[in-house]
């Protein structure tokens, strides 16, 4: 039996997690989300630029993951940076819990999207880079620029 393409919709990167921190390992998570909530990421209302995630009695917690006010939503509309659970198998939440407890890592968001008509968010273990680590990052990024226009200018 052939199972049917999954259905995928980025809605927002955390390209600033990639210069911050070095990503260990990634796991994708649900998110518990209000009706106003999923309308307002719907339609790209997210920030993920200071979010990260943390552990707490058992369960993962989202924190200040910014969704903008539904503009449909009135005396319903929800608090834009409350704490959100994500939704995690017991075994991975072990798992990544013991990691980070034993080599000093955090849980920083990379990605927003939705997936078969659920909000999804991809979490990573990462480490925190120096400010060394991110000069080097610049420089092979330049680098890597400067290789590609003289690939075109040859051609």
Same mark, same amino acid.
């Given at each position: 039996?052939?199972s049917?393409?999954?259905?995928?919709?980025k809605?927002?990167d @955390?390209?600033?997690a990639?210069? &911050?921190?070095?990503?260990? #390992?990634r796991v994708?998570?649900?998110?518990?989300l209000?009706?106003t909530?999923i309308?307002a990421?719907r +339609?790209?209302q997210? @920030?993920?630029? #200071? +979010?990260?995630a943390?552990i707490?009695n058992?369960?993962?917690?989202?924190?200040?993951?910014?969704? +903008?006010?539904?503009?449909?939503?009135?005396p319903?509309n929800?608090?834009?940076?409350?704490?959100?659970?994500l939704?995690?198998? /017991? !075994?991975?939440? *072990?798992?990544l819990?013991? %990691? !980070?407890?034993q080599?000093?890592?955090?849980?920083?968001p990379?990605?927003?999207?939705?997936? @078969?008509?659920? *909000? /999804?968010?991809?979490?990573a273990? *990462?480490?925190?880079?120096?400010?060394? &680590?991110k000069?080097?990052?610049i %420089?092979r990024?330049? +680098? #890597?620029?400067?290789?590609a226009r003289?690939?075109r200018?040859?051609?």
């Amino acid at each position: 039996m052939t199972s049917a393409p999954d259905r995928f919709k980025k809605i927002t990167d @955390n390209r600033k997690a990639f210069f &911050d921190y070095a990503i260990e #390992d990634r796991v994708e998570a649900g998110i518990v989300l209000s009706g106003t909530e999923i309308k307002a990421i719907r +339609s790209g209302q997210v @920030n993920l630029r #200071d +979010s990260y995630a943390r552990i707490q009695n058992g369960e993962m917690w989202l924190y200040n993951m910014h969704i +903008s006010l539904w503009r449909g939503g009135g005396p319903w509309n929800h608090e834009p940076l409350r704490a959100r659970k994500l939704l995690l198998h /017991k !075994a991975e939440l *072990a798992r990544l819990g013991l %990691k !980070a407890g034993q080599q000093g890592l955090t849980f920083v968001p990379l990605r927003l999207y939705i997936k @078969n008509h659920r *909000a /999804k968010v991809e979490i990573a273990l *990462a480490k925190g880079k120096r400010t060394f &680590d991110k000069r080097q990052t610049i %420089k092979r990024r330049e +680098s #890597d620029r400067e290789m590609a226009r003289a690939i075109r200018q040859r051609q």
